[in-house]
């Protein structure tokens, strides 16, 4: 596989249909960030455990929770529906963290760190004909 890096706008990109490894949804149209639905995750570390809000918007880190993670924590992540961990064992590139993986439709991911405050993250996209011509035809703003 060769890797294509692209850079884009941050917020050009919304992830509208993330799912678990398992297919549940995780998208939550209930609680909107930056105006659209955000992704639910459950999140847990030490003895807490709750709810977490994903920003939707690509490179944007609005995240919602109502737990209050001490800096630099690892969390574990998990699907709400399933329980399935959304954990892997790729380790952060800036931090060495442990990372959480997002499916996207036809067959990309969405790679984040599952450290508070760390930022590192990635998008691939698996189906390039389909979303590459999506995010030139539509230079505002790509769905996936
Ligand atoms: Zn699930
Ligand atoms: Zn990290």
Do not use: N, W
Request: one cysteine or more; proline letters at 6%; hydrophobic letters at 35%.
């Amino acid at each position: 596989m060769e890797d294509i890096t692209i850079r884009i706008r941050t917020g050009a990109v919304h992830v509208q249909h993330a799912t678990c490894p398992a297919g549940c949804s995780l998208m939550a149209p209930d609680v909107s960030i930056g105006g659209f639905p955000s992704i639910r995750v459950t999140i847990a570390f030490g003895s807490e455990r709750g709810q977490l809000y994903l920003d939707p918007g690509y490179g944007s880190f609005q995240h919602q929770t109502g737990l209050t993670i001490p800096p630099r924590t690892v969390v574990e992540m998990s699907c709400p529906t399933c329980g399935e961990s959304l954990a892997q064992d790729e380790p952060c590139a800036d931090c060495g963290a442990r990372t959480f993986r997002l499916s996207l439709p036809q067959g990309g991911t969405i790679t984040g760190c599952l450290r508070a405050g760390c930022h590192r993250h990635k998008l691939e996209l698996a189906d390039l004909d389909g979303d590459l011509l999506r995010l030139y035809e539509r230079d505002k703003r790509i769905i996936l």
